[in-house]
């Protein structure tokens, strides 16, 4: 019958087979269908380096403020202790000297600290030297050599009882020797150690500022004018990390090194007031 006769204007089997192998994919398709993948793969990448690293910058900045809430309590006391000094300078120098006992950014500081007699030093500052006096000879060549301002930061907090803990159980944060001197530090996302500098004198915020942030005033000091219009006002400690690139670029006063950019990444305790 005339229905199972062959439709001359349908493709055969064959015909269709052949036609099919025809539409597959040619080379050049298949090269585009990689570089579209190659690309969504790399943006995705991307996008997932740059979640990590924000969380890396959210985490260390969380460290800094639990540091610099508990460094700056005990360096803000000092406003208001009692001392014996003839004027307001002297008074200022006296506490300068207390504060750095307290809060040494360098172990020559503690060196010179074991050189006195106990009665002089505070308790924090005989904390610093029990620890100093049962070093050997030849690690106390060698302490510090990396960074000395972080594990000096470590201490204080650790060991000077300014954070009202033995072992700060509480700050859940990642300790580290990263220098092998076996004095550990503090270490942020990027496993390097939290720097510390007492006396920042030179610091610029924000990094291409060109001006120092704190005045050339002195802390505990009575107020007096200055002819640098600070952002900061007076000098207070200075806690930072040396962000993704392990490099703060900075001196020991906080300054920038010289032909640097290596602190533009820096994070601080004082970037968001720098900001304002």
Not at 13 to 35: K, N, Q, Y
Not at 183 to 209: C, H, N, Q, Y
Request: glycine residues 8%; aromatic residues 6%.
């Amino acid at each position: 019958m005339w229905f199972f006769e062959p439709n001359p204007l349908r493709p055969s089997r064959a015909s269709r087979m052949i036609d099919g192998r025809r539409r597959g994919f040619s080379l050049t398709e298949l090269l585009v269908a990689v570089v579209i993948m190659m690309a969504l793969a790399a943006l995705s990448a991307a996008a997932i380096s740059a979640a990590s690293g924000n969380q890396k910058k959210l985490r260390t900045r969380a460290l800094i403020a639990k540091l610099d809430a508990i460094v700056a309590s005990q360096y803000e006391s000092y406003a208001s202790r009692n001392v014996d000094a003839a004027s307001g300078t002297a008074r200022g120098t006296v506490l300068r000297g207390i504060a750095r006992g307290d809060l040494p950014d360098r172990w020559s500081v503690v060196a010179e600290l074991a050189t006195k007699a106990a009665s002089e030093l505070t308790p924090p500052q005989q904390a610093y030297v029990a620890i100093w006096n049962s070093l050997s000879d030849q690690s106390k060549q060698t302490v510090g050599r990396e960074h000395e301002g972080a594990e000096c930061l470590f201490l204080a907090v650790m060991h000077g009882g300014i954070s009202d803990c033995l072992d700060c159980a509480s700050l859940h944060i990642d300790v580290g020797d990263q220098d092998g001197d076996s004095m550990p530090e503090f270490l942020d996302a990027w496993e390097t150690p939290i720097g510390f500098v007492l006396e920042p004198k030179k610091l610029r915020l924000p990094p291409d500022s060109g001006k120092d942030f704190f005045s050339s005033a002195l802390p505990f000091d009575p107020v007096v004018a200055t002819t640098i219009e600070a952002k900061g006002g007076t000098m207070r400690p200075l806690i930072f990390s040396a962000g993704p690139d392990n490099a703060s670029g900075l001196l020991p006063d906080a300054g920038p090194m010289p032909a640097s950019n290596e602190h533009a990444d820096n994070l601080t305790n004082f970037d968001e007031e720098a900001k304002r």
